[in-house]
Nanobody
Framework: QVQLVESGGGLVQAGGSLRLSCAASGSIFSIAVMGWYRQAPGKQRELVAGITGAGRTNYADSLKGRFTISRGNAKNTVYLEMNSLRPEDTAVYYC???????????????WGQGTQVTVSS
């Protein structure tokens, strides 16, 4: 019913930048929060950043100042600008959205397939 598709991952040298994009589509009535998580090999998935429809943001403390989350004008897209990348930022980055599907009264979380970000030293 709802699909999230990420793009923009890839290989970058330390100190470089990448911009991730995520677009939500399907039977969407409303999206409350969109965000990014990441999972490095052998580690648990962790929050990177989130943003509400009103534009309020929250970030993992360790990433403040380097990463910026934003939503597109259509509100069904979310971006993650990543600057001053470090090898420890290497992970699969997942987009997520808290969505109210058309015809339902409940909010559910949906996830994208993930996009690989690799930062070389």
């Amino acid at each position: 019913q709802v699909q999230l598709v990420e793009s923009g991952g890839g290989l970058v040298q330390a100190g470089g930048s990448l911009r991730l994009s995520c677009a939500a589509s399907g039977s969407i009535f409303s999206i409350a929060v969109m965000g990014w998580y990441r999972q490095a090999p052998g580690k648990q998935r962790e929050l990177v950043a989130g943003i509400t429809g009103a534009g309020r943001t929250n970030y993992a403390d360790s990433l403040k100042g380097r990463f910026t989350i934003s939503r597109g004008n259509a509100k069904n897209t979310v971006y993650l600008e990543m600057n001053s990348l470090r090898p420890e930022d290497t992970a699969v980055y997942y987009c997520c959205a808290n969505v109210k599907v058309v015809g339902t009264n409940s909010w559910e979380d949906y996830w994208g397939q993930g996009t690989q970000v690799t930062v070389s030293s």
